[in-house]
């Protein structure tokens, strides 16, 4: 229910305008998101390489109104490419990009797919010139069907651009079973957004399976699976998966936040698996705050602390 609540919160601008507005929960937000710019991320993206993680890097935003708000989230990314490449993090994929649909264009009221997709080809040329791949995001469930539309036509030039599917969403185990191909780069996760009951599993046990389920989709097919999420019983399924099917740590990756379970993406890493660290910038981090709040409300209350002043 709190988590519904927060969800919906995370789509309300009178909600956005309070939280945002009011003295700032810096120690919250610093948890999670790396700073507000791309050198920001960038010395983030430095300290996780030096310790052995990937990186997938995200500017912040989703939602933009206008073509030319989407050209000027194009230009950031072709920037903060060049800046991981002048950094010498960007060989073999090590530093990536992850970007929203809506955050290039998706939901424009015109044209809104052409403009993305346009857009997307852009980044990727960008990232293929700096020698890493880019990842996109999926965002609520009106948008998957648009998405994965998109990621399957820029695959014919860029083979290597990676996709999300939700296990959340009753369609996902097929999703897995279409995307399973030689090369395909998918990243599993739970689902971060409020979605109705005809699309989506309603409860966590129901979604858990589903993710075990489209986890063995991916790791028998013969693409690339990037397991993303922090649940312990997941993870260990997903070890036993490798094995069963004979995968070695370069045939799959683990993926967690920036500032979610640090220790555990230590420790995967230390036993010789690949993680890689999802890290956002920027200053529109409200809507990707609050659905980290949802995941885990027993961050609300500092939260709310912090937002007091009290904390
Ligand atoms: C790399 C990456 C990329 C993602 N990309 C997308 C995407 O494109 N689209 C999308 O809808 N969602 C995305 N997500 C979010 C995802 O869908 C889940 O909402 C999120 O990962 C929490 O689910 P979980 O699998 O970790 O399991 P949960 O059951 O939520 O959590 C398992 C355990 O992890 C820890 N934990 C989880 N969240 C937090 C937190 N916020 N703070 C502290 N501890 C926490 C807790 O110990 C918890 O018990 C992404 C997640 C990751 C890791």
Redesign the pocket.
């Known amino acids: 229910m709190l988590r519904r609540i927060l969800l919906a919160a995370s789509a309300s601008e009178r909600v956005r305008r309070l939280v945002t507005f009011a003295p700032l929960a810096r120690g919250v937000v610093a948890r999670?998101v790396a700073g507000e710019r791309a050198a920001d991320a960038v010395a983030v993206a430095r300290r996780l390489r030096a310790a052995g993680l990937l990186v997938?890097l995200d500017h912040l935003g989703e939602d933009t109104t206008d073509a030319r708000q989407a050209a000027a989230v194009v230009d950031e990314y072709v920037t903060l490419l060049s800046e991981l490449a002048a950094a010498g993090l960007t060989g073999h994929g090590a530093a990536e990009v992850?970007v929203?649909p809506t955050h290039v264009g998706l939901g424009l009221a015109e044209h809104g797919e052409k403009t993305a997709a346009e857009n997307l080809a852009r980044i990727c040329a960008a990232a293929r010139n700096a020698g890493t791949t880019v990842t996109v995001?999926?965002?609520d469930h009106t948008h998957v069907e648009a998405t994965l539309r998109m990621v399957r036509t820029l695959r014919e030039d860029f083979p290597d651009l990676g996709c999300?599917i939700?296990s959340?969403l009753r369609r996902s185990a097929d999703d897995c079973a279409a995307l399973a191909g030689r090369g395909s780069r998918v990243?599993l996760?739970?689902?971060?957004?409020n979605t109705p009951p005809e699309a989506a599993f309603p409860s966590?046990a129901e979604v858990?399976r589903s993710?075990a389920r489209c986890l063995g989709e991916l790791m028998r097919g013969d693409g690339y699976p990037?397991i993303?999420?922090?649940?312990?019983p997941?993870i260990k399924i997903a070890g036993a998966q490798a094995n069963l099917t004979d995968r070695g740590p370069g045939d799959f990756e683990y993926?967690?936040?920036y500032?979610?379970?640090s220790a555990e993406q230590q420790r995967l890493a230390s036993g010789g698996a690949q993680v890689?660290?999802?890290v956002p910038y920027g200053s529109d981090w409200y809507g990707y705050l609050v659905?980290?709040?949802a995941?885990?409300p027993?961050?609300l209350l500092f939260f709310l602390r912090s937002l007091a002043g009290s904390s």
């Open positions: 999670y997938t992850s929203k995001d999926m965002e999300v939700q959340q990243r996760c739970k689902g971060a957004y966590r858990d993710y990037m993303a999420t922090h649940d312990p997941l993926q967690m936040l500032g979610v379970r890689r660290v999802y659905r980290r709040l995941e885990r027993a961050n």
